[in-house]
DNA sequence: TTTATTTACGCAATCGTTCCCGGAAAATTC
DNA sequence: GAATTTTCCGGGAACGATTGCGTAAATAAA
């Protein structure tokens, strides 16, 4: 069963007036009187009225929404980021519909064309770690959607991005572990088609030659669902444990990887930092409470959330075809449990 | 800028046909030959046509949309029913509109007041603690949408419900910590408006007492916001360890609560358990990495989004008025770090 | 051959709004 | 008092789809 609301057309009838001086008087229009206004504004606020969105949206060719895709949001990361989105898109009457790719490609496409098919006004979007393939994306954007990225982005579309510095919160991480005198440092990192693995991995090996340390192929483990699978992070860490010498210490470059790493140290039965030190990425609000307490490479989730908003919110208002993108980068956070 | 996306129009005039020829073509109609409808459906696949569901929302008086209100995402509790309402939702070709009302009984208003006006078919709700006014809910209830409360429900409105044995998974966490010899336990709840609060100290209460032990009013602490803000639990925690004699056990009745209580006893230096033990209600995938290893009663999240999403579309979709409402009611797990 | 029935399509209303026109009444100017 | 301008409001098309109804042509039955 479904409840009728009141259109415009039932105090149209109600006060014996048009439609049209009704919706004109509701939006205070200067061609109607003030005595037909204080009518019709006064029965519409007793009955309660609300312009239907959905003929608003049939009528100006916008929905008023736009679409958001992360890996998942069970993910401090993504949901921080996720709460800056909604701040300033309610704040300007966008509704948010968030969709998850589990970091799968096929879910992920799936995700898109549904958006798509519910006519979102854009989209912002952290790729999936096994994306590939932009040829969705591309003609979704050929064809006039605006799409913003965060974080994850993709260097072949040419619009606005909001990113970290990964490369110096790659580099700070590895150094802080090389300052404390570790010297064997393993690198468990996200899939290679994501372009933060790329940078994050740059500062990871920067920092190592800083200390005139060759980076070692071996000593570095992509995992292609980004920690989503456990059983990719066993092998990684697996793996490395193996080597001889053995790693003294592991960077994670995801939130995923890092509690994934810290997970199968523990099921190895491996004291961290004692045997294995660990640092990685991550906005987990945990990590403090972990058995073995990290020192974690920070994002400013929120803030990233908010300005990705504001420039896509940008983007669809604009009135002519924008084409001066810009990318934004912001700085990472690197926080040892004692200095929180 | 927009894009201008193929209409039925589009089709029509191409093709020299009319729109309802077409329309009919594309929903495969008896009444359109067979040779018009390849024509149709090829050049339809061609152009890439989506219907606009925007008019199609206004032709059938529905959005397709449901919405869904939470304390909030990050939190895997919620974030683990999103998923399990996604699943559902997506399937029936529904979108989610998901909202936060973070514990405050004004967002939670105006967030409902806005997925009001959104013209959403119905909602699924887990009311924040500090909810104490239903008016609102009770208004859009009766003037018809369809409401379905996920783990925190209320009792004045007649409706599905979908929650777990409260009742039984407090008590079952209370009579771990006593059969393993603590005896002076404390309670660190959540806002004394919600239902699950008055079921879940119930349970507490009710192992006490089979152990011969009488609660004591002193040892229970409510937490207005739920844990939301931290100095609240602060206050909780602090008042029970300045108690004589101190407590050697906390049960905590919520997921933000159990971690918000073992942030505090780290922060007071207190080991845990060995000071004072800790358990309480979280469905967070992060417990057994923490550095004091506790048990903790685990809620079937992603079953209650599902099972409450189905409820919700069988609501909808009711031709006439639904005047048999359940509630259904899952049973928690009590989950030990070691029995993982 | 004539009549009845299918078949296959078009017309127009509808959903709730907005907004371009057109026009009567009132107010202003000459 | 006539001409002009304002003020105020209604009619109706449009947004993109569906659908009841009407109807010409094709086919079947008489």
Redesign the interface.
């Known amino acids: 069963?479904?409840?009728?609301?009141t259109t415009i057309k039932d105090i149209a009838k109600a006060l014996n007036l048009s439609t049209s001086t009704v919706s004109r008087a509701l939006r205070d229009s200067h061609e109607i009187s003030a005595a037909t206004k204080q009518v019709v504004l006064e029965y519409a606020a007793r009955l309660n009225f609300?312009p239907?969105?959905?003929?608003l949206?049939?009528k100006e060719?916008?929905?008023h929404s736009i679409g958001v895709i992360v890996a998942?949001?069970?993910n401090?990361f993504f949901?921080?980021i996720?709460?800056g989105i909604?701040s300033v898109a309610?704040e300007q009457g966008y509704?948010?519909?968030?969709?998850?790719s589990h970091e799968n490609f096929e879910k992920e496409v799936r995700t898109l064309q549904?958006l798509?098919?519910?006519?979102i006004?854009g989209l912002l979007i952290s790729v999936s770690s096994a994306t590939n393939d932009l040829q969705q994306l591309k003609s979704l954007h050929q064809?006039?959607?605006p799409i913003v990225f965060v974080d994850r982005s993709v260097e072949d579309i040419h619009t606005h991005k909001v990113v970290v510095d990964n490369y110096q919160g790659a580099y700070n991480a590895t150094i802080h572990l090389l300052e404390q005198g570790y010297r064997r440092i393993a690198c468990v990192a996200n899939s290679e088609h994501l372009n933060i693995t790329k940078e994050r991995v740059g500062g990871y090996m920067a920092a190592l030659q800083q200390y005139q340390l060759k980076p070692d192929p071996q000593m570095i483990k992509y995992c292609f669902h980004g920690g989503m699978l456990l059983h990719e992070v066993e092998t990684a860490v697996s793996e490395l444990i193996k080597l001889k010498p053995k790693p003294d210490a592991i960077f994670a470059t995801s939130d995923k990887l890092t509690?994934g790493c810290?997970?199968m140290l523990?099921r190895h039965k491996i004291a961290v930092p004692k045997t294995i030190a660990l640092t990685g990425f991550s906005n987990?609000?945990?990590i403090?409470?972990?058995?073995?307490?990290i020192t974690v490479v920070q994002q400013p989730a929120f803030e990233m959330g908010q300005v990705a908003t504001e420039l896509l919110l940008q983007l669809i208002e604009?009135?002519?075809?924008?084409k001066d993108f810009k990318t934004i980068k912001l700085q990472t956070r690197l926080v040892s449990p004692d200095n929180k």
């Open positions: 069963m479904k409840y009728k609301a609300q239907n969105p959905i003929a949206s049939l060719r916008k929905s998942e949001i069970a401090s949901s921080q996720i709460n909604e309610n509704t948010v519909i968030i969709s998850q549904y798509a098919s519910r006519s006004d064809s006039g959607l509690t810290m997970r523990k987990s609000e945990l403090e409470l972990l058995h073995a307490p604009s009135k002519r075809p924008v």
